[in-house]
């Protein structure tokens, strides 16, 4: 089967975009111009306001994927004397660790496994028998189960032992409320590729500003600086090194594209009915998600592969793909699973194609339903 358009984007970013935001990449900036400049300072501004935090937060995009903007935040933030407790229940949360280790950061583990988030009490505890810890880390949502984390709630907890936390809002932030004077956070890390719709390239975080003041000369690399970004920025208005200008304009286009749908909670609203239509769909297929009903996000659900002999992923990957949907592999080592993505431009019609994909697709691999056994976990509630 072959499609004038390419394939639809079910993944947790990169995801399908508008094509005017794609237009928006037609035209070359010139980095050191006024207009890029201004650019630049619109890009920032606009992030903060969407976190209520211009008065509190600085915003420095840095060059790179999600995780770029990941580990210039731990480099610049976290101290050689720093001592860090990662809450970590994924993938994402097991790259935090792997950097702080690559960053000779000393670091404690929550690990919760793929199934469960990091809960309030948990992190309490650990925080009062530890007082060394001097900053606690958090993945707001980790694709790589699909599970929102309580981050409300922990961020009281960490702000209450006096200690600075770092979210990585990387696939939340854009469709995930966040306000920044009432969650209280060190530094937010998110990307240009996800829930605001933009197109890969750069990340950025949002950086306290009485806490950046005083990170001069912590970071370990050069390139991942954020205080000497932050510091030239605003001295010059100018990034350090070669900005990706194209990706910035298809940004700020996505950006008014997103105030225009009704910013966060406009999206928010699209991507929880998503969400809501994919599993239903799934379950009647006989799908089930790898997580219980009350820890899925609006952001990406992880279903578990069906039990049937004449399933394969990359058979079903590929079949998928022909009717015009790209699906993501899972990413747990305990059961086979794969993910729906909700985000990207993704509305009800496009929902109930991959459904009508999903369903055609068992038919020609002479699977009954997609039913699998559930893991012993997806009982547990708390």
């Not at 999600?66 to 004397?81: H, R």
């Not at 799934?282 to 578990?304: A, D």
Request: charged share 15%.
């Amino acid at each position: 089967m072959t499609h004038a358009q390419p394939p639809y984007l079910l993944t947790p970013g990169p995801i399908t975009t508008t094509q005017t935001v794609k237009s928006a990449m037609l035209r070359d900036w010139g980095s050191w111009d006024a207009d890029f400049r201004a650019m630049t300072d619109q890009l920032c501004q606009q992030l903060l306001t969407v976190a209520n935090a211009r008065e509190t937060h600085v915003c420095i995009p840095i060059q790179g994927s999600g995780t770029f903007a990941v580990e210039a935040t731990l480099g610049t933030l976290i101290p050689q004397t720093g001592k860090v407790l990662v809450l970590m229940n994924g993938a994402y949360g097991q790259r935090i660790a792997k950097t702080l280790a690559y960053l000779k950061r000393e670091h404690v583990v929550l690990d919760k496994g793929d199934y469960l988030p990091p809960m309030p009490d948990e992190v309490e505890a650990l925080l009062q028998a530890d007082p060394d810890i001097t900053h606690v880390t958090l993945i707001h949502c980790e694709t790589s189960s699909g599970i929102l984390n309580p981050v409300s709630e922990i961020a009281e907890v960490v702000a209450r032992q006096g200690r600075l936390l770092i979210i990585d809002s990387m696939s939340a932030f854009g469709a995930i409320p966040v306000d920044a004077q009432t969650l209280p956070f060190a530094a937010l890390i998110s990307s240009a590729n996800k829930c605001f719709e933009g197109v890969p390239g750069f990340g950025f975080s949002l950086v306290r500003r009485d806490i950046l003041i005083q990170c001069a000369g912590q970071a370990h690399s050069l390139s991942l600086d954020l205080y000497d970004q932050w510091q030239y920025l605003e001295k010059t208005g100018q990034w350090r090194f070669t900005p990706p200008t194209h990706v910035v304009a298809a940004f700020l286009q996505a950006l008014a594209e997103h105030q225009a749908e009704g910013g966060v909670a406009g999206r928010l609203a699209r991507y929880q009915r998503n969400q809501q239509r994919l599993v239903a769909g799934m379950k009647q297929m006989g799908f089930s998600t790898l997580l219980n009903e009350q820890w899925l996000s609006p952001i990406i659900v992880t279903f578990l592969s069906p039990q049937h002999p004449n399933f394969n992923f990359d058979d079903f990957y590929n079949r998928i793909k022909a009717h015009g949907f790209v699906i993501y592999p899972g990413k747990l080592t305990v059961v086979d699973s794969f993910r729906l993505g909700c985000i990207g431009q993704l509305y009800d019609q496009q929902i109930d194609q991959v459904l009508v994909a999903i369903s055609a697709v068992l038919d020609e691999m002479q699977i009954e339903s997609g039913y699998a056994e559930l893991p012993e976990h997806n009982a547990v509630t708390a």
